[in-house]
């Protein structure tokens, strides 16, 4: 998969973006976007408001919109996450690309950031392609050292099958696990977003939809860094307990 992206690192002006001159405002976006979700405004129309209103750019306004969400949608993701004692012995279905292109963008020095859920969520996106980059293989090795650690039942990967590129990463997923004798089930289908939701097992994922219409979700991602990147830097734009009461 030859690419001239070696990494999934930071864009040059997130430092300026996302520093603390405008991490009150970011945070108040966030807070301002869930409110109005909450109230059924729909969400281009209310994004559009908030950053109009905070006077953010396009990428400053992407962390926004993955970071908040209406009080019912906060409400109930919390009562189908799980925590990790409760996964031994369950299946778990691994939202693909979501949870590689995250741990990938955690070990290059991208920008991660803390949502209203509790979920981290990075701004990265793969336009219709995926390509492998350098902590690739370091990133697919640490999360099977993190899923053997969590004793399941099972473990599929489903990827988006019309991506670019996603039947390398299936044969990359696959050589890496029989070397580590992982077992290992690799699904290439049309919409995983959807069958990982039809499933009965646990969704590893921090996609948005697919925790709101899983029967169970484990955050994983937050799990990860916790016991083995606890170095890495997260932004936290979740508001404040007062500003969302339930």
């Not at 405004?41 to 209103?53: E, H, Q």
């Not at 939202?95 to 949502?115: H, Q």
């Not at 990265?124 to 899923?147: C, D, F, K, W």
């Not at 489903?158 to 004798?181: C, F, H, M, W």
Request: aromatic letters at 6%.
């Amino acid at each position: 998969m030859p690419s001239k992206q070696k990494n999934r690192g930071q864009h040059p002006e997130d430092p300026t973006l996302f520093g603390p001159k405008h991490l009150p405002a970011l945070r108040a976006a966030t807070a301002d976007l869930s409110w109005l979700l909450s109230r059924d405004y729909p969400l281009t129309a209310a994004l559009k408001l908030v950053g109009d209103r905070y006077r953010l750019n396009v990428r400053q306004r992407k962390p926004v919109q993955r970071c908040a969400c209406s009080d019912a949608q906060q409400a109930h993701r919390r009562t189908r996450q799980l925590l990790p004692a409760a996964l031994a012995g369950r299946s778990l279905q691994i939202d693909g690309f979501n949870i590689l292109i995250s741990v990938e963008a955690a070990l290059s020095g991208a920008l991660l950031f803390r949502a209203r859920d509790g979920a981290i969520r990075d701004i990265a996106s793969i336009h219709g392609s995926y390509r492998r980059v350098n902590q690739t293989p370091e990133a697919i090795a640490l999360i099977g050292e993190m899923l053997t650690q969590l004793s399941p039942a099972g473990v599929t990967w489903y990827l988006d099958q019309p991506v670019s590129n996603s039947g390398r990463l299936k044969t990359q997923l696959r050589e890496i696990a029989e070397v580590r004798n992982w077992d290992w089930k690799i699904e290439l289908v049309y919409n995983p977003d959807k069958v990982i939701a039809e499933q009965a097992g646990v969704a590893l994922s921090g996609d948005s939809w697919v925790i709101d219409h899983a029967e169970h979700w484990f955050n994983f991602l937050r799990y990860l860094l916790a016991e083995r990147l606890p170095e890495v830097p997260v932004l936290d734009l979740s508001p404040p307990a007062a500003a969302t009461a339930l």
